[in-house]
C-alpha cells in the first residue's frame, strides 16, 4: 500500500508514533524517525521496525528547536532523496489546573505539540508542494475538541493542531497534498498510564475501553495511502465514541 514512499514519524520511538511506523514498513514504507529520545531508544525503534525488510534510519531531534528542525529534515531529504508522508505526532504532558500551570509549563507544551508540528511541516512544505503529493498527518487529541479539566495547555496544543490542519489543508489541496488530523482519545500508552484503572472514565466511552495504538495506526495508514487521495482537511476521532 505504501511501497516505494518515504515516511517521516516525530516521536516515532514509543507508543502511538512506533506503531504508526511499525504500520507504516509492514506495508512498504521507508521510516524516518524523528525523537528527542536518546541513542538507545532510537536505535531499539529502528531495529524493531527494520524487521519488516524496509529502510530505516532516525535522527535525535528536539521538534521545538526550529534549527535542529531545519538541519534533520535536510539530512532527511538528502539520506531518502524524497519525502512523501509526515506525522506531526510528537507531544508532552505537563497537566495542572490554570490557577497552578506556570507560564513555563504551558509554553513547553505549546511548543513541541503545536510548534514542533509548524516547523516540520513548513520544512516539507516545498518539497511536497513541487512534488505535486504528498501526505500530512496530525495527531491531535479530543482534548483539544472539548478540553479537559488540568490541560489548559495539552488542549490548547491540540485544538491549535486542528487549525494547522485545516489551514495547510486548504494552503497545499490544489497542489496534490493532502493534510488530516486524528483525534485519539484514552489510548494505552505510557501517557495514559494513571488513567488506566480508572473505571469511573472508562464509563465515560461509550464502547467500555482504552483504544490500543495500533487503532490510531490503522487510521493513520488509511490516511497515508492512495485511498485516501481526496480526503484533506479533515480532523477523525479515534475514541470508542467519547466526544459524540
Known amino acids: ?19 504508526i511506523c511499525k504500520k507504516f514498513a509492514e506495508n512498504g514504507a521507508g521510516i524516518a524517525i524523528v525523537d528527542i529520545n536518546p541513542p538507545e531508544k532510537l536505535e531499539s525503534a529502528v531495529q524493531e521496525i527494520a524487521q519488516a525488510g524496509v529502510q530505516v534510519k532516525a535522527y535525535q531531534c528536539n521538534v521545538a528547536d526550529s534549527a535542529q528542525v531545519a538541519e534533520v529534515c535536510k539530512q532527511i531529504l538528502a539520506d531518502f532523496g524524497s519525502v512523501d508522508i509526515l506525522v506531526n505526532n510528537a507531544g508532552i504532558t505537563k497537566d495542572n489546573l490554570i490557577l497552578r500551570m506556570s507560564e513555563a509549563d504551558f509554553d513547553a507544551v505549546i511548543d513541541v505539540n503545536l510548534k514542533g508540528a509548524f516547523y516540520m511541516t513548513k520544512n516539507f512544505y516545498r518539497p511536497m508542494m513541487k512534488k505535486k503529493y504528498g ?7 479530543v482534548s483539544g475538541i472539548f478540553g479537559n479539566i488540568g490541560q489548559a495547555n495539552y488542549a490548547s496544543s491540540k485544538a491549535g493542531i486542528i487549525g494547522l490542519t485545516k489551514s495547510t489543508a486548504k494552503e497545499l489541496a490544489a497542489k496534490g497534498v493532502c493534510c488530516n488530523a486524528i483525534a485519539p482519545g484514552f489510548i494505552m500508552t505510557s501517557m495514559t498510564t494513571s488513567f488506566q484503572d480508572n473505571e469511573e472514565l472508562k464509563k465515560s466511552i461509550p464502547m467500555g475501553h482504552f483504544g490500543k495504538p495500533e487503532d490510531v495506526a490503522a487510521l493513520a495508514l488509511f490516511l497515508a495511502s492512495p485511498q485516501s487521495d481526496f480526503i484533506t482537511g479533515e ?3 479515534v475514541d470508542g465514541g467519547m466526544a459524540m
Open 1 to 19: 500500500m505504501l511501497r516505494n514512499k518515504i515516511a517521516v514519524v516525530t516521536g516515532g520511538s514509543q507508543g502511538i508514533g512506533l506503531e
Open 135 to 141: 501526505k500530512i498527518i496530525n495527531i491531535s487529541s
Open 235 to 237: 480532523v477523525i476521532r
